[in-house]
């Protein structure tokens, strides 16, 4: 009897320690802890996207970069994000240029017409320009907007055309009828030969050595009887190239072309000040 009933306070002694323990983990030593238990981290806040700006990032100006006479506060917001790339005063046998260049990120572009070119002798407005030239419509000149690695050359002789132009893949048939001074590059797509493989030898080899932005002969030597050759060859023109390329991603350039017809610059030294819409200054350059 004293047995059996040792026995159970025993088990009953051993059940009580084990729920003691339970609830009281921190009374009890483990000498080999569990793996800790993973507690996920909170995700970072997703950043904001930049979007497109409508005004130019203000970087702070080392004073050594502003022009002699001028002090921050004349500093336009366009300040250094447009420089003067270089000057030629020209003379009486050769032109003068001026060249612009845009030092934009990919998202900036600024309108440039309006801003003012000053030299110690005289000023020139930078004036409007046909940002896609249409062989067949009316081109309309309107204000250039600069965009990152544009190009601005600003020239003292005339535009053969009247107008100031932005180039295109395919501006380089307008030297056919008229001459620039400088010349427009000639650097139209040439003709695939997939597209006169179907001709006759005689057409194909007169197409495929034909120069680049070059108009086909009047009269080629070309059988009259050979009219696929001959209703091809009259697609070869800046109208033909333009309706085939204008949607071309690379179609545009980043050249602009502007021509003043006159200089404004001193033949041996000056100073020349970019200057925009309101009169602060965007870059200077001394030759």
């Known amino acids: 009897m004293y047995i059996v009933r040792s026995g159970i306070i025993d088990k009953t002694l051993t059940l009580l320690n084990a729920i003691t323990t339970a ?11 569990p793996n800790p ?47 003067i790339g270089g000057v030629s005063p020209g003379s009486v046998f050769y032109y003068g240029q001026i060249s612009l260049y845009a030092n934009l990120s990919g998202s900036e572009g600024v ?12 000023g020139q ?52 009828a008229n001459h620039f001074t400088p010349p427009l590059p000639l650097n139209c797509p040439y003709i695939d030969r997939s597209e006169v493989q179907s001709f006759s030898g005689r057409c ?3 197409i495929l050595f034909l120069g ?3 108009l086909p002969d009047p009269n080629p030597l070309i059988p009259n009887t050979d009219y696929a050759c001959r209703s091809f060859l009259d697609t070869i023109n800046q109208h033909g190239c333009f309706e ?11 050249e602009i072309r502007v021509w003043t017809g006159g200089t404004f610059l001193d033949p041996s030294h000056d100073r020349l000040l970019l200057l925009d819409n309101k009169g602060l200054v965007v870059d200077a350059y001394q030759y």
Do not use: M
């Open 37 to 83: 238990i993973y507690r996920p981290q909170p995700t970072p806040a997703p950043q904001p996207v930049n979007q497109p700006l409508a005004q130019p990032s203000s970087p702070s100006i080392n004073p050594s970069e502003i022009p002699q006479g001028f002090t921050e506060k004349d500093l336009s917001p366009w300040f250094h994000k447009v420089r």
């Open 204 to 206: 194909q080899d007169y």
């Open 23 to 33: 609830f009281h983990p921190s009374t009890s030593t483990i000498s080999n802890p």
């Open 111 to 122: 309108n440039v017409t309006g801003w003012l070119l000053k030299s110690q002798r005289g």
């Open 212 to 214: 680049s932005c070059r």
């Open 125 to 176: 407005f930078i004036p409007r320009a046909v940002n896609v030239y249409d062989p067949v419509g009316l081109p309309v000149e309107s204000d250039i907007y600069l965009r990152a690695n544009d190009t601005i050359y600003i020239y003292s002789s005339q535009s053969a055309v009247g107008l100031n132009l932005r180039l295109n893949k395919c501006i380089g048939y307008l030297e056919n």
């Open 244 to 254: 085939k390329h204008r949607n071309d991603t690379d179609f545009l350039s980043h």
